[in-house]
């Protein structure tokens, strides 16, 4: 298949990792964060870690859309998908995830009208063949998915749909980032950038990192080889003594962003003073709420929400995991009390999750297989 | 319920009751000693995952989920703590395809389906012939020669009659098809609302006419694992016939009866050659190996490149981020073959006009027992586990 097969060839991806064996200098250990979820995925299931060099570790960092929202907004969800009369509508990788009292898919059993859409727009056209009902859709995600909720929202106003409001979670992938390097509990060597959201925001807004942080940032795509080919661009920053930030995906990344896309989120959203992200707390200016011109669609403004903050459970270390600073299994519960079919956290939840990725795809000892397979 | 009950088939009864519940923590699971490194340490945690994962299974949830549906974790977990708890007999126990019976000496295979698909006509078939040619191949998996169906239908109040006999046209042209009778049945209708349309449910029973001992409890060390065909191509027709997507491809699904096919199979090889048969249903070829992998104890090791996929599923699946290994399947099979015949199992399934693409994608190791290994395309190494929550929609 075009766009996928060529970035997926083991005779180049064969060839790259011995070039990334080569640049590595010996003795040094270099530790990468991928920040994206959506990269962690494609490292497991691919097997990436197999075709890098030990020296080289890649940390997995906060961009999970659904790891970051705290239990108290799933619950506040749950509240507004439980009044008379409300559809609530959520991408397929929310329904999972648990609030203080259990997850939507455990309110659509008690009886609540929770579906799943792939699109926000799939959520306008719901309200508009229920003209009766008050449709909410669930908006959750960094700047890649915001622009499709503003421009839902901008088709909802210039419809007059009525009925349709949207609960706005999105978040901002920067102050994660910064709240990540000032964390005084990681060393990082350089970053893998996120795609997707690299494709709305450009690459002009990660230049403190190299500048301020002197840390090399390459956004990369999704393909293994192009992780393998940004882990080869840090290594060659490294060894010059660079720091830059660098555009390994440039068929899909323009430098500068998509302007039309950020001024649509421009146009329908307002920057929040400050926003809860699960297990890293409050940060500030780091999510998006709809501006005072679209009050009528917002949520938040419509229902009367509890909006209680609850604390995550105690067991649970999904801060630490978002942050880089543990690795999933080195969780306490990873495993055992947290599974994917029992998640206690979000990282579990999510196909993007470090947690998940690793119980689902890395969950074997790589050195106990590489002997049998010599033997 | 055997149909579907495809359950980590340690079916024998737990020890005994006392099996604490999954997730509790033992003391066996104290965190490993600080100072131990940290591979051992992972090791550590890796083991201690295994020892949870072989616990009894527990319902946690208060209300039945979609999940619980899915053929994946949670429809095991089910079937373990719920049905098999309630149900408890060595016939059900194995949980393989049907339950394997003898009958004033005769030896007999009996096994029962529900179908529930949406949309009931698709690309390829109907609700009709997949409920017919379902119950046929869980006989067929059971090495049995299919013989009498049973029918029973819960039809909603207003549902087209036009629509009902375009569905029992399609049972009746499958019958005939896959060599068995219809010669039973039930009928109930419930109020508007109450159900979608027209649910099936068909048994099936067979006669077991060769001296095969089929289990997927029955892999061992260097055993071949072989497809019949293609895989998920029923499973990636029906999504997209549901039209959520707005996606096109010239998908079918592959419903088929598969008895022919497996007698092939097993008569061309010697006895005892053929470890197990399986149709990839529900779940796809992924939960299969799953099983074979926890039944036997053994490592399956596939190989990604060895996968026959067709370029459409593969586009259809890439777009929606689903694996075609979790994808349904309703007219292919898995087969675990003694590794020395592989070859030979490869060429009589594609000696069969149903078999064509067949192909060897995976063989059977030791170690690590109760896993299955991906070797992706990409040169890596990867777990294949089985399917959590429910990502697919009603397809059988």
């Known amino acids: 298949m075009r766009f996928v097969d060529e970035y997926r060839d083991a005779g180049r991806a064969r060839a790259l990792a011995a070039d990334i064996a080569a640049r590595c200098e010996p003795g040094r250990r270099y530790t990468f964060m991928e920040v994206c979820g959506g990269h962690t995925h494609t490292i497991y299931k691919h097997g990436l870690e197999d075709l890098l060099p030990e020296q080289v570790v890649l940390v997995h960092g906060p961009g999970c859309p659904v790891c970051v929202i705290p239990m108290g907004r799933v619950d506040d969800a749950i509240h507004i998908a439980s009044q008379p009369g409300v559809i609530m509508t959520s991408f ?62 901008l088709r909802a106003a210039a419809e007059g749909v009525r009925n349709f409001s949207v609960f706005c979670n999105h978040v901002l992938i920067i102050p994660a980032i910064k709240a990540i390097l000032d964390s005084p509990d990681l060393r990082l060597d350089g970053f893998i950038g996120p795609g997707h959201v690299s494709a709305v925001i450009g690459c002009r807004p990660y230049d403190f990192i190299a500048r301020d942080y002197g840390k090399p940032l390459v956004v990369a795509g999704f393909e293994p080889l192009d992780i393998l080919q940004s882990v080869h661009m840090l290594l060659g920053q490294l060894a010059a003594g660079r720091s830059e930030v660098a555009n390994q995906y440039a068929r899909v990344v323009p430098w500068e962003g998509n302007r039309t896309a950020m001024a649509a989120i421009g146009q329908v959203m307002r920057m929040r003073a400050h926003f809860e992200w699960r297990g890293l707390g409050f940060i500030s200016h780091s999510a998006m709420a709809l501006s005072d011109a679209y009050a009528e669609f917002d949520a938040e403004r419509i ?41 206690i956290g979000t990282c579990m939840v999510s196909s993007e999750g470090a947690c998940a990725a690793y119980y689902n795809f890395g969950r074997f000892s790589r050195e106990r297989v590489r002997e049998a397979t010599l033997s | 319920m055997t149909a579907e009950t495809k359950g980590p088939p340690d079916g024998s009864a737990p020890p005994d009751g006392s ?29 201690r995952i295994a020892r ?3 616990r009894r299974p527990v319902v946690r949830e208060e209300r039945i989920t979609l999940a619980h549906g899915s053929g994946g974790k949670a429809t095991q977990t089910l079937i373990q703590a719920v049905f098999l708890e309630a149900f408890r007999n060595p016939r059900l126990a194995p949980l393989e395809d049907g339950a394997t019976l003898a009958l004033d000496g005769a030896r007999t295979a009996f096994t029962t389906d529900a179908f529930v698909v949406s949309p009931l006509f698709f690309p390829g078939g109907d609700i009709g012939d997949l409920a017919v040619n379902g119950t046929v191949n869980d006989l067929a998996m059971c090495g049995a020669r299919p013989a009498y169906l049973s029918a029973g239908f819960i039809l909603e109040e207003g549902f087209p009659v036009a629509d009902l006999r375009r569905i029992t046209a399609s049972m009746a042209a499958a019958a005939a098809a ?37 289990s997927v409890a029955r892999a061992r060390p260097g055993d071949a694992v072989v497809v019949s065909g293609p895989i998920g191509e029923h499973g990636a027709a029906i999504m997209l016939a549901r ?43 992924a939960t299969i190996l799953n099983e074979v992998a926890v039944a036997s104890g053994v490592c399956v090791v596939a190989e ?34 003694d590794g020395e015949h592989a070859e030979r199992a490869v060429e009589v399934l594609r000696g069969h006009p149903l078999g064509a693409g067949a192909a060897v994608i995976g063989t059977v190791r030791d170690d690590p027992p109760g896993l299955v290994l991906l070797r992706t395309a990409f040169g890596g190494t990867r777990i294949v586990d089985l399917l959590i929550g429910d990502p697919l929609p009603r397809i059988c």
């Open chain 1, 92 to 153: 397929g990788d929310m329904m999972r995830v648990p609030g203080g009292n259990g997850s939507f898919l455990d309110a659509k059993a008690a009886g609540a009208d929770i579906r799943m859409v792939y699109s926000p727009l799939d959520a306008l056209k719901i309200a508009r063949e229920n003209p009766d009902r008050r449709v909410v859709f669930m908006a959750i995600g960094f700047e890649t998915t915001a622009p499709s909720t503003a421009m839902t929202v």
């Open chain 1, 303 to 343: 229902f009367d929400l509890p909006g209680l903050r609850v604390a995550d459970p105690k067991a649970c270390q999904c801060g630490e995991v978002l942050k880089g600073v543990l690795k999933p299994w080195e969780c306490k519960v990873f495993g055992t009390a947290c599974t994917p079919e029992t998640p």
């Open chain 2, 19 to 47: 099996a604490p519940p999954a997730g509790v923590a033992l003391d066996e699971d104290a965190p490993p000693a600080p100072g131990t490194p940290l591979r051992d340490r992972e090791q550590q945690v890796l083991d």
């Open chain 2, 52 to 54: 949870a994962r072989r």
């Open chain 2, 178 to 214: 896959a060599g068995v009778e219809i010669v039973t049945g039930d009928t109930k209708v419930v109020q508007r609302g109450k159900a979608d349309g027209c649910y099936v449910t068909t048994a099936g029973v067979g006669v077991l006419e060769r001296p095969v001992e089929l």
């Open chain 2, 243 to 285: 039209g959520d997507f707005g996606i096109e491809a010239p998908l079918v699904s592959d419903t088929a009866p598969l008895h022919g096919i497996a007698g092939a199979l097993l008569d061309a090889l010697p006895p005892g050659g053929v470890r197990a048969l399986r149709d990839a249903t529900r779940g796809g070829v």
């Open chain 2, 304 to 337: 990604e490149e060895a996968l026959p996929v067709r370029r459409e599923v593969t586009g259809v699946c890439e777009l929606l981020g689903i694996d075609p290994l979790y994808v349904a399947c309703e007219g292919r099979f898995v087969a675990v073959v």
